[in-house]
């Protein structure tokens, strides 16, 4: 579904450690030996991107590794039906150091809305997404969310950085061809930039020049026109020797355009990835035709947001953990394990008389949900009763078909089985269409 054309031809970086590659100061990562860039500090302000970090595109389906070689820039184009995500990965490489610090230099990530030529939109932080790619333990796996507002992400000496792009098709998106394009620029650190900043005699001067201006321009009652003119001619005096302070300098040598990373500026050191949506004309069904179960231990979210079990907090977690799982097509569970692994398992916190239950069971993005087996825990008659009672209520309600049951995770042994049959049976007196999921333990054998 991801077709991608050559437009550039790039070298192979050194390996690390090999050939002077992998260190801070002014290396060169592939390609650029002989560069006019030098060995001076780099004003990214003042260099094309493309002189200063190698950019390409890869398929979501790939681990992007820390040491992953540059490949061509290529055209990104996808196909996606509506209501479909696609998603795909944008490496970056520095070939050499812009910042003073001991990083590679910062980098900005802006992406263009992607419009049809009859007036489709897919917005940006809205249907597209970016999210920074974060190695743990070596391994490429975290997507923190790129704050659209800050889109900035940090590059490292000799380690390339993927940047993850995900689309959303709303359902009801128009069909079409949708074209857009990333933008990657590298821009100076917070350091290099407040090292550029006014001393403070000069900022004193702006600020009491300035005062000057809004004292003369204030608004009085019953000036006359002369007085107007006189008060006009002093502030513009006043505002004419703010721009021959040495601040300005650099605005006069350029007409105007100064030294800022303002927008023009980035534009034109850029490097561009071209980006092509093709939205088919149909829609995917909202309940997905794969029942793809996850779990989530209860025990983890409580002692990982410090939640004591059943308070308002407890609740609000699982239910965010729910909403999250559901965008991406994942029916969720929430899991504790009883003695061996016995194991209850519930889609939903609540029983089924509660109303949110209905509104977690009724969801349509739902394709399958777990039935809490209250017994495996406490084998009382209260919590029979219970458990009978919530099949009863669940089962004549139209998402029954839904419905299934974990009793065991991994079971080891005949005797683990035979325990999972006799449950099952019990269960079969509540509904005889009841289902039974028994997931198959693939390690070492331990049959006895």
Same mark, same amino acid.
Request: net charge negative.
């Given at each position: 579904?991801?077709?991608?054309?050559?437009?550039?031809?790039?070298?192979?970086?050194?390996?690390?450690?090999?050939?002077?590659?992998?260190?801070?100061?002014?290396?060169?990562?592939?390609?650029?030996?002989?560069?006019?860039?030098?060995?001076?500090?780099?004003?990214?302000?003042?260099?094309?991107?493309?002189?200063?970090?190698?950019?390409?595109?890869?398929?979501?389906?790939?681990?992007?590794?820390?040491?992953?070689?540059?490949?061509?820039?290529?055209?990104?184009?996808?196909?996606?039906?509506?209501?479909?995500?696609?998603?795909?990965?944008?490496?970056?490489?520095?070939?050499?150091?812009?910042?003073?610090?001991?990083?590679?230099?910062?980098?900005?990530?802006?992406?263009?809305?992607?419009?049809?030529?009859?007036?489709?939109?897919?917005?940006?932080?809205?249907?597209?997404?970016?999210?920074? !790619?974060?190695?743990? #333990?070596? =391994?490429? *796996?975290?997507?923190? $969310?790129?704050? /659209? +507002?800050? &889109?900035?992400?940090?590059?490292?000496?000799?380690?390339?950085?993927?940047?993850?792009?995900?689309?959303?098709?709303?359902?009801?998106?128009?069909?079409?061809?949708?074209?857009?394009?990333?933008?990657?620029?590298?821009?100076?650190?917070?350091?290099?930039?407040?090292?550029?900043?006014?001393?403070?005699?000069?900022?004193?001067?702006?600020?009491?020049?300035?005062?000057?201006?809004?004292?003369?321009?204030?608004?009085?009652?019953?000036?006359?026109?002369?007085?107007?003119?006189?008060?006009?001619?002093?502030?513009?005096?006043?505002?004419?020797?703010?721009?021959?302070?040495?601040?300005?300098?650099?605005?006069?040598?350029?007409?105007?355009?100064?030294?800022?990373?303002?927008?023009?500026?980035?534009?034109?050191?850029?490097?561009? !990835?071209?980006?092509? #949506?093709? =939205?088919? *004309?149909?829609?995917? $069904?909202?309940? /997905? +035709?794969? &029942?793809?179960?996850?779990?989530?231990?209860?025990?983890?979210?409580?002692?990982?947001?410090?939640?004591?079990?059943?308070?308002?907090?407890?609740?609000?977690?699982?239910?965010?953990?729910?909403?999250?799982?559901?965008?991406?097509?994942?029916?969720?569970?929430?899991?504790?394990?009883?003695?061996?692994?016995?194991?209850?398992?519930?889609?939903?916190?609540?029983?089924?008389?509660?109303?949110?239950?209905?509104?977690?069971?009724?969801?349509?993005?739902?394709?399958?949900?777990?039935?809490?087996?209250?017994?495996?825990?406490?084998?009382?008659?209260?919590?029979?009763?219970?458990?009978?009672?919530?099949?009863?209520?669940?089962?004549?309600?139209?998402?029954?078909?839904?419905?299934?049951?974990?009793?065991?995770?991994?079971?080891?042994?005949?005797?683990?089985?035979? =325990?999972?049959?006799?449950?099952?049976?019990?269960?079969?007196?509540?509904?005889?269409?009841?289902?039974?999921?028994?997931?198959?333990?693939?390690?070492?054998?331990?049959?006895?």
């Amino acid at each position: 579904k991801r077709h991608i054309s050559k437009t550039q031809e790039i070298s192979v970086p050194p390996v690390e450690g090999v050939a002077g590659g992998g260190t801070s100061y002014g290396w060169v990562d592939g390609g650029l030996q002989g560069s006019h860039l030098g060995s001076s500090v780099i004003d990214p302000t003042k260099v094309h991107s493309a002189d200063l970090l190698h950019v390409w595109s890869m398929p979501s389906t790939a681990n992007v590794s820390q040491q992953e070689a540059p490949r061509p820039l290529e055209h990104v184009n996808l196909l996606a039906a509506r209501n479909e995500r696609e998603s795909f990965q944008i490496a970056l490489r520095p070939k050499v150091s812009w910042a003073s610090s001991g990083i590679a230099g910062p980098v900005q990530i802006q992406c263009t809305d992607l419009c049809s030529s009859s007036g489709g939109r897919l917005v940006v932080g809205q249907s597209i997404t970016l999210r920074h !790619v974060v190695p743990i #333990l070596g =391994v490429p *796996d975290a997507l923190v $969310p790129i704050d /659209p +507002s800050s &889109p900035q992400i940090n590059l490292l000496p000799g380690e390339t950085t993927a940047v993850w792009v995900s689309l959303n098709v709303p359902c009801g998106q128009e069909p079409g061809l949708y074209e857009g394009e990333i933008c990657i620029t590298a821009v100076r650190t917070d350091s290099d930039s407040k090292a550029d900043s006014l001393p403070k005699s000069e900022r004193y001067q702006l600020y009491k020049e300035l005062k000057t201006c809004l004292d003369i321009t204030e608004s009085r009652d019953h000036s006359s026109s002369e007085e107007m003119i006189l008060r006009l001619s002093s502030t513009s005096t006043t505002l004419r020797r703010m721009l021959v302070l040495p601040a300005f300098q650099d605005c006069h040598e350029n007409n105007g355009l100064g030294d800022m990373m303002d927008e023009d500026v980035m534009n034109n050191v850029a490097v561009r !990835v071209k980006l092509s #949506l093709t =939205v088919w *004309d149909f829609t995917l $069904p909202l309940t /997905p +035709s794969l &029942p793809a179960v996850f779990g989530i231990s209860e025990t983890v979210i409580e002692d990982r947001f410090c939640l004591e079990h059943g308070t308002k907090g407890w609740y609000d977690a699982l239910d965010h953990h729910f909403r999250w799982l559901l965008q991406y097509r994942i029916s969720p569970f929430f899991c504790r394990w009883g003695d061996s692994m016995r194991i209850l398992a519930y889609t939903c916190p609540w029983p089924a008389d509660h109303p949110k239950a209905n509104e977690y069971y009724s969801d349509p993005r739902l394709a399958a949900y777990a039935v809490p087996y209250a017994p495996i825990l406490s084998c009382t008659d209260a919590a029979k009763n219970s458990l009978r009672r919530e099949v009863e209520i669940l089962k004549t309600e139209a998402h029954w078909s839904k419905a299934y049951f974990y009793l065991w995770d991994e079971p080891l042994n005949m005797e683990q089985y035979e =325990v999972i049959r006799n449950i099952s049976n019990e269960l079969r007196t509540y509904t005889p269409d009841v289902r039974i999921l028994t997931t198959y333990y693939a390690g070492q054998s331990k049959w006895f």
